[in-house]
Every structure is written in structure tokens, then in C-alpha cells.
């Protein structure tokens, strides 16, 4: 159990690791004979088709099924064939990798929404809709696997199946606020897939629906899906729940495939957040930044997240260490060095994890002091914490343009002069990003402008030749 929990713990943010389900109304599937939609008319597409509708699903040739159907007369389609678009889906992506799994999660779901009929003109989902026996929970598996985030109406309608089935409301089922965790899983066992929606197991087929054995070990605060990521194991035929609340201080629920159905394994009860926390304090004082940051990346990182001070050290270690590297000519491992700080230090900071600005810096400029308001609040570190992220974002930006990415640091250093308007260096390193773009007497102005705000020198030897 321990070396499962620490394999998985390893797997967390890996969630293409745990593809994800929920289930639906009436799970069981009809049983209807299969469909087969002939067309109408020539079809959507630039050559006839020469398979059936049967056909081209089984085959996972989306596009061709999509063509039929669009060429065909306004059917309503039972339930049965619209589980099996969606089983085929899973069963060819489960067996595929990359790009290919991607196509078959896209194909058969957007087949599978067409196929419903399940919406009005407005985008509203008609009454009735969908058909008795539509199993939600390969709607779901199909909708998470492919990491859809738009609104849904048929997603919405299957997680209101889910919380029905626990008796719970939506909000105790999924986490709608967007907390990470996501208790949905699809697991292969062998010649078997299985669906993971909740506490509620499904094989792919729909002969097999049964609660995850052992949920009487568990208090009922405990027993509420959205605090649990769903893992598999694929070898030993198990999933584990694990608990994420209290951060990162849950319990781990296991159950293993017994050939015939699950059963209870263990309950352990873990500290995950609080091992984080000290693997990637360990690294940052140890100054190996890249190592904390996978530790981050791989840990259950509620402490971390909720520390401004540990990312207040991390760009500090950045800095050190992104100077070292620089001083013996490395620039672009000093770039990763604060690189990886500031990936620790972007959820606490609220920054964007592409630029390292404060978050919708688009939409609403503002200065440091505003920003450090917003995220330190009454904090009395606030003004130390603002200084640190300024001179690590400046330094960032000066590694950029040292390591020839200068139209990537221009945004940041522009951002800059209006985050801190007196930064003397954020002027100096925006002249020499338009400088390296050719784009010398733009650059000019920015040269003046940090020799005026340093009256008294001394000036690197490039601004008195490129400002004289």
C-alpha cells in the first residue's frame, strides 16, 4: 500500500493518468438492434462513404460517421446506439496514445452530441433528453478524458445523475469552483474497462455497477467524491481514491479487481500536503530549483500554494542561483532556474504561468502596490514580498533577453515600468529588448529614461554608445 500510495502521489498532476466518468440516469443500457443510418443524398464529404453508420463507429472513422449522419433524415436515435458511440470511443482511445486518443475523444464525442438530438435551437436540453438508458458516465469519462472545460448542458444534466446516485448535490460531486481535484477515473483491468465516477464503479459493457467497497470505513465529511482524485493501477488491479481536503490531510481508499467485482483493501489516513511542503522547502534551501519544482509538480501542493513567504524564498533562491549560473556563462540554465521559482511561486502570487505577471494584466494594469494589496491583503510582509517579485521578474526578464527571447521579455519590462515606474533596471533591459529587434531609437528613449532615473552612474558601457 505505502509503495502504491508514493507511486501515485507521483502521478498527480499527471491527469492524463486518470482519464475521468460520471454516471448517468438509468445506467444500465437498452437493447435495441444496432442502427445502421443510410444516406439520403450525397454526403457531407468530397467521396461517397462507403461504410455504414455501424461501421464507421466501430472503425473509430468519426469523420465518415459524422457524414453519414449529417446526410441522413432527422432520426432520433435510441440510447443503445448512443452508448456504443461512446463505448467505442473510450474502448479505441484507452488502446491509442497522444494524437490518435485525442481524435477518438473529440470524434466520438462530438458524433455522439449530434447523434442526441438532445438540444434546442438555443442550445438548451429539450425535455425528455436524453433517451432512457443514456449512460452519463461515459458522457463524462469521453468529456474529462479530453479535457473539455465549456459549458455543457449534457455534462450538467450527467453530474446531476451522479449526485443523485450518492444522494448528494452536485456541488459535494464535482468541485465547480476549479480546484484540481476531479474523484472520475477510467481503468483497464486485463480484457476488462472500468468507469469510475464518484464511489460508483461501471464497467465499459454496463454489467457491472457497484459502490466502491469500504466507504463504512470512511466519516461521512469524509465520503463527499469532490475531495478525491481516482487513480488506477493497472498491474495489481486496483483504484484508489485518495483525499485531498484538509490540505492535502484525507484518507486513502483502495480497492482491488477480484475477477468478479472489488473489494476492500485499506483505508489509510495521509499527510500528502505536509510532505510536499517539506520536499520542496528541502530543495528550494538547498538551492535546486528545478528539483523543487518537480517535487511541486508532483506532490499534493496545498501548503506550498498557501505559504508567500516559501514563495517569497523561491524567487529569492532564483535569483541566486539564476546569477551563479549566468556568472559562469550558463544563461539559459539561469533562465530555468528562476523559471522553475516563479512556477512555485505563480499560484500564491496569482500570476499568469506563461508570463509571470500579475493574473488579467491585460484587462486591468495596475501597480505593484495594488497588486500586493489584493494578494497579501494586511499582511505587513506585503511591501518585502512586492520588492522580491519585482526584482525576480526583472532579473527574469533580463535573462530572457540575454538568451536571445527578447520579444518575449519586451511584454514583460513594459509591464514592468508601469508596476514600478521608477525600476530603473526594467528600462535598462526594455532598451536592450528593442535594441536586439531593431528597433534602436525606441530603445534610445528607454536608455535615457534609466540614465536619468541613475543620475549618478555608473552606466553598463552599451547605454553611453547607444545613448550618448
Known sequence: MKTLRWLLMGMVILSAACARATSGRDSQPTTEAPVNVAPAGPAASSRPPTLTFEEAIQSGDWAAAQAILESGRELSFPA???NRIMIQGLRLAMNAEGAEARRHLEGALALVRKACRCLDDRGRLIPGMPPKGFRGELYLALYHMQGATSYDPLYDWAIEQVAQRHRLSKEEIFDLSGIKTNPVGVCRFGNRIFVVAGFWIFDLEGSLQQ???????????ERLPRLYYVFCDEKEQKIQWINVSGGGRGVSLEAEWDGEGFRHVETARTDLAAQTYEEVRRQIEAGRLEEAFEAYAKGFTNEVDADPELAALALQQGMAVARQRAEAGDVARARRALHAAFSIASFRYQLDGGTFLPMDWN???????EWAQEVFGADPRAPSFARTYRDALTEYAAL????????EAEPILRALIILAPNHAPAYLYLGDALWDQGKPEEARRFYQRYQELTPGGPWPDRVRERAP
Request: charged share 25%; net charge negative; aromatic share 0%.
Open 80 to 82: 443503445s446506439v448512443l
Open 211 to 221: 459502490e466502491a467497497p469500504g466507504l463504512d470505513s470512511l466519516s461521512e465529511g
Open 363 to 369: 484587462q486591468r494594469p495596475r501597480s505593484l502596490e
Open 400 to 407: 530572457l533577453v540575454q538568451d536571445h527571447h527578447p520579444q
